[in-house]
C-alpha cells in the first residue's frame, strides 16, 4: 500500500482560551476521499486550514503528500487545491480572467478551457463573476482550486448556503475528481453530503474525534437498525404521560426526548413500531407524525453528544 | 514570477478600468482642479487695499488717500466701529489722526500680508505729494514660468501622483483582504513578493495615462512651461509614482478595515499637503522644519517637478530628490513586504 496522502498525528490549536482543535489524528490514502463531519464551531476548518499551510499547530505533525510545510511549502502547494470556507471572487473579473491569474501561480496550469468545462461553466467563460449565482461561484470556485491538476483537494464546507440542485452539481464535480483517482478532505455539516462523497468520515465534536470509519461502519457502530420518531399529539400534555412509557419496548435502545419529539434507536423496526402502538394504544395516547428512518450519520452524532449536528 | 507578475499587474489594470469613480477621481478630478485653480489665479490686474479712514482725520490726507487708485477708502465716524472693521478683516488698516502735530496713525494687522501691502500703499500715497517724481519705476512680471499658476501646477501633478497611488492601493487591498482573497493567494504558490510587486508596476501603467493628460493640459491650455527634457520628467515621474507605492501598500499593510485606512491614509497624506509645497512654498515654515519638509516624498518629488519644468534642471540637479523618491518607495516596500497582514 502506497503512503498516505495526507498524515496528521497529535493536533492542537488554541485561540486564546477556545481549544478549537483538541489533539486531533487523521490519516488520508491516496485516491480516497475523507468527510470531516461536525457542527459548527467544531474546529473543522481549523484542522483543514493547518493541513493547507494556512495556520500553524500549537502541537502536532503533518505530513503532505510525504513533505512538510516547514521545508517544502512551495512544492505542497503545487500540487494541492484548495477551496476556502469563505472566499469571495473577484466581481469585476470574468471567469476565464479569474483561471488565467489563478493559471499563472502554477508550473503546469491545465487548459482553462478544460476546467471549465470540468465545473459545467462553459458558457459563463466570458460573464463577470458578479452575475453568476451561488452555485456557479462555488464552482468557479472549484475550478479554480482544480486548475493546477492538484493531487489533493481540500473542500472546506464546498455546498454550503447552496440550493439542492446546485449542491447536486457540486458533488458531480468532487465525484469526477475522486475516480480520476485524486484525493480529497471534506468538511461539511451536511451529513447526506459526508454519507455521498466519502470513502472514510471522522466526526468531530469540540476538536476531538467522536467517531471514524466509513459512513456505513459508523452507522453499524450505533447497534441500531433504524430510529422510530413520533410527536406526542399537542392536546396531551407531555407531563402527563406516566415516566417511562416507552422505555422498555422490545427492539427498542435509549429513548430520548427534545420538546414533544421523541425518539428511539431501534433493532427490528417491526417488533418495536408494533409494540409502541400497543403501549400507545393501552394508554390513550395518540402519536402524531409517527415515522421511521434508516440510521444515518446525523442520528449517530445525536446520539453520541446529544445535539444536533445543525444546531450553531 | 515574470509570467505571474504579469497577470498580476493585467489583473489590477482591468480591475481599474472597470471602476468608473476611481476613473474619474484619477483623470477628471485633477484637470477640473487645475481648470478652477487656473481660474482663481488668472490674472486679474491689481486689486486695490481695502482701508478704512477716521472722519477726524485733516482733510489733507483723506484727499491724499482718496487720490490712491491703489486704495478703496471707507470713511468711519465711530472708531470702535472701524476698529471692528480692521479686526474682522473687512478693511486691511485703519487710517486715524496722529495727536497734535504728530503724523496719522496706521492700524493693521502684521500677521496679514494684505494689511502690510496696504500700509504700504498708504505711505505712498501720503508721501506722494511732497515728492517731485516717481522714486522707482515698475515693471510687472510677465515671463512664463514666474506665474502661480506655473508655480502651482507641478504641485499639483506631485499630489495626483501621491493621492492616486495611496488611495488606489489602499482601499483595493483592503477589499481584498476583507474578501479574504489574500488568504486564498496563500495557499497558491505564487511569490508574495511578485503581489506586492505587481502593486508598483500597475502603477507605472495609470501613470503614464494620468499624468500625460494632466501635462497635456497644462502645456496647451495653461501655458504651463516644460524647460526641461522630457524624458527627465517621465523619470521622475515614475519615481514618484514607485515612491507612493510603496508608502501605499505600507500604510494598507495590516488594516483590516475601509476607516482604518481611510484614516490612516489621511495621517499619512496630511503632513505632505501642508509641508511638500503644493499650494505654496514649504520655504514660508521656520527654517528648523525645512530638513523635516525636505524628507518627505512629496516635497522631493513638488521640488524636483519644479526644477525640471521652470528651471529647465538635469539629472544632476535633481538627483538628491530622486535618492529621496528610491528610498522612500525601497524601504517602504520592504517592511510592507515583512509587515504584511495576508487575513
Ligand atoms: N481566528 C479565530 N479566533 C478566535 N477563535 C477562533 C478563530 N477561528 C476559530 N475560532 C474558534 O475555534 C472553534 C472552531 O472553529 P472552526 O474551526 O471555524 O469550526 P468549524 O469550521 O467546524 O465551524 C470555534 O469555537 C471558533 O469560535
Ligand atoms: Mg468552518
Known sequence: MSAPAVSAKGLVRRFGTVVAVDGLDLEIDAGTCLGLLGPNGAGKTTTIEMLEGL????????????MGWDRDGPRIRQRIGVQLQETMLQEKLTCDETLRVFASFYAHPRPRDEVMDIVGLVEKKGARVGTLSGGQKQRLALGCALINRPDLLFLDEPSTGLDPQARRRVWEVVEAFTSDGGT????????EEAERLSDRVIIIDQGRIIAEGSPQQIIDGLDAEAIVEFRIASDRNGADLPDGLFDDLPGAGSVRRSGDVVSFEVTDVQAAVFALLQRAKEHDVALDDLRTHRTTLEDVFVSLTGRQLRDG | MGRTLWELTRLRLLLFLREPEVLFWVFAFPIIMALVLAFAFKDRGVEPSKIGVLASAPDAVRKALAASDELEVETYDDREVAEHALARGRIDVLVSP?????????HLDENRTESVTARLRVRDALQAPLRSGPVTEERPVAAVGSRYIDFLFPGLLGMNIMGTGLWGIGFYLVDQRQKKLLRRML??????AAYLLSFITSRFVLLAAEVLALLAFGLWMLDVPLDGSIVLFGLLTIFGAASFAGLGLLVASRARHIETISNLMNLVMMPMWLGSGVFFSYERFPEAMHPFCRALPLTALNDALRAVMLDGAGANDIAPELGVLLAWGVVCYAVALKVFRWE
Open chain 1, 55 to 66: 495556520r500553524r499547530p500549537d502541537a502536532g505533525e503533518i505530513e503532505i503528500l510525504g
Open chain 1, 184 to 191: 480529497v478532505l471534506l468538511t461539511t455539516h451536511y451529513m
Open chain 2, 98 to 106: 496722529g495727536a497734535a502735530s504728530e503724523p496719522p496713525l496706521v
Open chain 2, 187 to 192: 495557499v497558491t504558490p505564487m511569490p508574495r
